[in-house]
């Protein structure tokens, strides 16, 4: 009864261009009557995607191909007709054009012996969100700079934080690319965990596993003695933020919110060979291992309503889907749809990149209660 369902959720949102196509993985069949299905995000890339496929009959082994329509884009707000999708391979149609945020726009598909079929939403915005980034060589260069640190954060706090622009409403989705590309951090996966200290952080997808970045010791040497003065730590002030599955879903903001993201990114590493030993002053030549962070990146999309609606609840299904939970089957009908004469979606989504810079944050000992972290051990003090 229902179509074979990929789990391409995930993989799909690491490629803006092909997020029209998540939702195909939880469209089940609607029964022995054939349906169009139609799906189609607009976004501000240059070529816009549409798919249209039948669903399978109850009584047939595969669904028919749909190769014949006519499918058209108008742009309401300026009253005016934007052009025909073509047929590229498969069920894949495309146009290109890049769409306009704020625009209200209307697709129509015509397909011989159905009644028109069609679809309207608007475009949404950008966002207004901007990213801080503070690092050590900057704190060298330019210490009074590091006054602009938020007080509620680690004193010699060394990361990215963002911060609202301007207040909002809708919705924001945040994932994690964790890439060790040298040219572009945008290229590789979707980090499986991000962190976030945002109140209105949507918890449809939290773990019970919260965040609790490894420690490590900051040595000094007195008189030859060593002492521990500190730990270093990757982004402290997130302590005890819950884990989200993948992307994070922000319900609305205000102008002047700040917050932190992070990510299990893989680590890299490096090996040094000469290192200064502070007790006998001299260079020692030795080999070890240590953890290089740098920047990765932080895609944020804002979506229409409809379009996050339908995003939400294909994850919440496909979930399901890996699940033993077998009444997941039966849910297509509570998958929202804009589509008259169909199902599926037309939505839209507005994507953009911000850096996230990784770095330990050193924590001295007078910041340890904060963090909860003991003075004697210098380790987490366990509850």
Same mark, same amino acid.
């Given at each position: 009864?229902?179509?074979?369902?990929?789990?391409?959720?995930?993989?799909?949102?690491?490629?803006?261009?092909?997020?029209?196509?998540?939702?195909?993985? &939880?469209?089940?069949?609607?029964?022995?009557?054939?349906?169009?299905?139609?799906?189609?995000?607009?976004?501000?890339?240059? &070529?816009?995607?549409?798919?249209?496929?039948?669903?399978?009959?109850?009584?047939?082994?595969?669904?028919?191909?749909?190769?014949?329509?006519?499918? %058209?884009?108008?742009?309401?707000?300026?009253?005016?007709?934007?052009?025909?999708?073509?047929?590229?391979?498969?069920?894949?149609?495309?146009?290109? !054009?890049?769409?306009?945020?704020?625009?209200?726009?209307?697709?129509?598909?015509?397909?011989?012996?159905?009644?028109?079929?069609?679809?309207?939403?608007?475009?949404?915005?950008?966002?207004?969100?901007?990213?801080?980034?503070?690092?050590?060589?900057?704190?060298?260069? @330019?210490?009074?700079?590091?006054?602009?640190?938020?007080?509620? !954060?680690?004193?010699?706090?060394?990361?990215?934080?963002?911060?609202?622009?301007?207040?909002?409403?809708?919705?924001?989705?945040?994932?994690?690319?964790?890439?060790?590309?040298?040219?572009?951090?945008?290229?590789? @996966?979707?980090? %499986?965990?991000?962190?976030?200290?945002?109140?209105?952080?949507?918890?449809?997808?939290?773990?019970?596993?919260?965040?609790?970045?490894?420690?490590?010791?900051?040595?000094?040497?007195?008189?030859?003695?060593?002492?521990?003065?500190?730990?270093?730590?990757?982004?402290?002030?997130?302590?005890?933020?819950?884990?989200?599955?993948?992307?994070?879903?922000?319900?609305?903001?205000?102008?002047?919110?700040?917050?932190?993201?992070?990510?299990?990114?893989? @680590?890299?590493? %490096?090996?040094?060979?000469?290192?200064?030993?502070?007790?006998?002053?001299?260079?020692?030549?030795?080999?070890?291992?240590?953890?290089?962070?740098?920047?990765?990146?932080?895609?944020?999309?804002?979506?229409?309503?409809?379009?996050?609606? !339908?995003?939400?609840?294909?994850?919440?299904?496909?979930?399901?889907?890996?699940?033993?939970?077998?009444?997941?089957?039966?849910?297509?009908?509570?998958?929202?749809?804009?589509?008259?004469?169909?199902?599926?979606?037309?939505?839209?989504?507005?994507?953009?990149?911000?850096?996230?810079?990784?770095?330990?944050?050193?924590?001295?000992?007078?910041?340890?209660?904060?963090?909860?972290?003991?003075?004697?051990?210098?380790?987490?003090?366990?509850?």
């Amino acid at each position: 009864m229902k179509r074979n369902l990929v789990p391409l959720f995930f993989k799909l949102l690491a490629a803006a261009s092909l997020l029209a196509s998540c939702v195909r993985d &939880v469209i089940l069949d609607a029964g022995e009557a054939p349906q169009v299905v139609v799906e189609c995000v607009l976004n501000t890339g240059n &070529v816009q995607e549409l798919y249209l496929n039948f669903t399978k009959g109850a009584t047939k082994e595969e669904a028919e191909p749909l190769t014949d329509a006519v499918a %058209a884009l108008i742009d309401l707000t300026k009253s005016e007709m934007i052009g025909q999708f073509v047929r590229q391979e498969d069920d894949r149609w495309s146009l290109d !054009y890049s769409a306009v945020p704020e625009h209200h726009y209307r697709l129509e598909v015509q397909i011989p012996d159905h009644d028109l079929i069609w679809a309207e939403d608007t475009m949404p915005k950008r966002i207004d969100v901007r990213a801080y980034t503070f690092t050590a060589t900057e704190r060298e260069k @330019q210490p009074d700079r590091y006054l602009d640190i938020p007080e509620e !954060y680690a004193y010699h706090f060394e990361a990215t934080y963002y911060e609202f622009g301007e207040d909002f409403s809708g919705s924001l989705w945040i994932y994690g690319i964790d890439s060790d590309h040298d040219m572009d951090r945008s290229k590789g @996966q979707i980090a %499986a965990e991000i962190y976030a200290d945002l109140p209105t952080a949507d918890n449809f997808n939290i773990s019970e596993k919260l965040y609790l970045p490894e420690l490590e010791i900051v040595d000094t040497y007195i008189d030859g003695e060593r002492k521990a003065n500190g730990v270093k730590v990757i982004y402290p002030d997130l302590i005890g933020s819950s884990m989200h599955d993948r992307f994070i879903r922000i319900n609305g903001g205000k102008a002047g919110d700040k917050f932190l993201l992070n990510c299990n990114f893989k @680590q890299w590493w %490096a090996r040094e060979d000469k290192w200064w030993n502070e007790p006998t002053w001299e260079w020692e030549e030795t080999y070890y291992e240590y953890r290089v962070y740098g920047s990765r990146c932080m895609n944020f999309m804002s979506l229409s309503d409809i379009y996050d609606q !339908y995003l939400k609840m294909a994850y919440l299904v496909t979930e399901m889907k890996q699940s033993s939970d077998m009444s997941a089957i039966y849910l297509r009908d509570n998958l929202p749809s804009n589509i008259h004469g169909g199902i599926g979606v037309f939505g839209g989504k507005v994507e953009w990149f911000e850096k996230c810079y990784v770095a330990p944050t050193y924590v001295y000992t007078d910041e340890y209660p904060k963090y909860g972290i003991d003075e004697e051990t210098h380790k987490y003090i366990k509850d």
